[in-house]
């Protein structure tokens, strides 16, 4: 591997660790990590500066002790055979003199010939001092040069020691040395300390951090949450109410800055929606007047075409003919203004009939007509034993049944089979509970074309002739529109799923009604 290859593979573990820890989401959280981990490098910082300072300081003063001590400790290790109260004019000996722990090495030729430690202060004088050094300390020492300066080494009988050597007055080497344990023992109680103190902080900072984030993002928390019941509005159609305003705070902080420009937004949204009502109410006006209006002279011009068609002199073909046209489509045009006028009311809100619908026979009766109009279909029926009752109006509810029925017909071919089925569904099984009324209309005809299909209830909305019967589906396009609005009218739904040899519409009623 090479060495970019290896330097990149070191490099990578952080980042996969950085990636496996769980990330904040809210941004409370988010701030509230930010602020503590920013603490946690800075109290890092100030713990490892004090730590490195103090070691510092504490070697310097260690180094000073042994430019004080000098070779003199070692220089009585000369001549160990002879009497140390005898020949360095100090007649209690040199060790007198020396700190705890100092340490006196000799090396002659590269190799050590005495080693000693002078031990504490409760020791008897008699005690042996020399020290036992393994061959790895041997080298160790034997590895420092005589310039004088201070050294740090790690001895396996002493632990760590800072030393100095010098060239003795015999061609020897002499090494003084100063253990470093009270320093290590003081650096390392500074360091837990501060992980003490540090920790302490981290965790106050993180919950008090965490409460005034939580205090200082307030105005936002209320932004959000009128942001969600707005959010939980219908706005596709009617009169809609949005929710109070959300507070200001301060206009010239971000989050006051914020929820200004989200009212304002709330206020424009407002007027869009006001405006967009007062639209819909005047077109729902306008259909509705139209509808009523035109119902005197459609029926109007119907009458006197099928008046004149029953005179008893002799008319021209292409007089009869035309008569026959206009009484046919003057009847088409009174349905579809019945049909206007109907929808008009119902988007309106006009209040339908609240009676006990047997929907079983309104079942029977439609099958029945839709038989007779259509010959040519199979019809087939698929009824409980039990009478399925929903509380409606049943004039609307027929009217449903029948449009169904008839889009059926005229949107297939002759031979196609037509089921018609009603069910009830309860969701605890208990059957005096209320439930709801399923009624099914399903034909395996040629289907209604995927791009049809997502506004197939809106009005006038046809398909393409590939469901187009024989008869020519002269539908306006506002059959399944009434289905719909009289179902929702219902507090029920109806929806469509179809694909080629399979077309279902689900009618689905609550038994109680609304």
Not at 196 to 220: D, E, K, N, Q, Y
Not at 333 to 338: K, R, T
Not at 445 to 471: I, L, M, W
């Amino acid at each position: 591997m090479s060495t970019s290859g290896a330097l990149g593979a070191v490099l990578a573990w952080p980042r996969r660790l950085l990636a496996r820890l769980p990330r904040p989401r809210t941004l409370r959280a988010r701030l509230t990590a930010g602020l503590v981990v920013l603490l946690a490098v800075s109290c890092a910082a100030v713990g490892v500066a004090a730590v490195v300072e103090l070691d510092g300081f504490l070697t310097s003063r260690v180094d000073q002790q042994l430019r004080d001590v000098g070779a003199r400790f070692p220089a009585s290790l000369e001549h160990g055979t002879l009497p140390r109260d005898d020949h360095d004019g100090d007649e209690h000996g040199d060790t007198r003199r020396q700190a705890s722990g100092t340490l006196g090495v000799r090396l002659l030729n590269g190799k050590v010939t005495n080693a000693a430690v002078v031990p504490g202060a409760d020791a008897d004088y008699s005690t042996d001092l020399t020290v036992r050094l393994t061959g790895h300390d041997k080298d160790e020492l034997a590895r420092v040069p005589a310039d004088g300066r201070p050294r740090t080494v790690e001895l396996s009988a002493l632990h760590g020691y800072r030393v100095v050597a010098s060239h003795g007055l015999d061609g020897d080497v002499l090494i003084t040395g100063v253990p470093l344990e009270p320093v290590e023992a003081t650096v390392h109680r500074l360091e837990l300390v501060a992980v003490v103190v540090f920790g302490m902080a981290l965790a106050i900072t993180g919950v008090a951090g965490a409460l005034w984030v939580r205090w200082s993002l307030r105005p936002l928390s209320r932004v959000a949450a009128t942001a969600t019941r707005v959010s939980e509005l219908r706005l596709a159609s009617g009169e809609v109410a949005l929710p109070p305003r959300a507070p200001e705070s301060d206009p010239r902080s971000e989050v006051g800055r914020l929820a200004a420009a989200f009212n304002r937004m709330l206020h424009h949204v407002e007027d869009a929606l006001t405006k967009r009502h007062a639209s819909e109410e005047r077109l729902r006006s306008f259909a509705a007047d139209a509808s009523h209006e035109l119902r005197t002279p459609v029926a109007s011009v119907r009458g006197h075409a099928e008046l004149a068609l029953l005179h008893p002199g002799p008319v021209p073909p292409e007089i009869t003919r035309a008569l026959e046209r206009i009484a046919a489509e003057s009847a088409r045009m009174g349905e579809m203004v019945d049909e206007m006028l109907l929808l008009a009311r119902l988007d309106a809100g006009r209040p339908l009939e609240r009676q006990p619908v047997d929907l079983t026979r309104l079942v029977l009766d439609a099958v029945t007509d839709a038989r007779a109009a259509g010959p040519g279909h199979r019809w087939t029926m698929e009824l409980p034993e039990e009478p399925v009752t929903v509380t409606g109006d049943a004039h609307r509810l027929q009217q449903v049944l029948a449009n169904l029925l008839a889009n059926a017909r005229l949107h297939t071919p002759e031979g196609t089979k037509v089921t018609v089925s009603l069910e009830t569904e309860r969701e605890s099984g208990d059957e005096r509970a209320g439930g709801t009324a399923v009624l099914k209309v399903q034909d395996d005809g040629p289907g209604v074309p995927a791009e049809v299909q997502p506004g197939v209830f809106e009005r006038f909305t046809r398909a393409d002739r590939r469901r187009t019967g024989p008869s020519g589906g002269a539908g306006a396009g506002l059959g399944l529109s009434i289905v719909a609005a009289v179902t929702e009218a219902h507090g029920g739904e109806v929806t469509l799923e179809s694909r080629p040899g399979a077309t279902t519409f689900t009618v689905r009623l609550p038994e109680r009604g609304e």
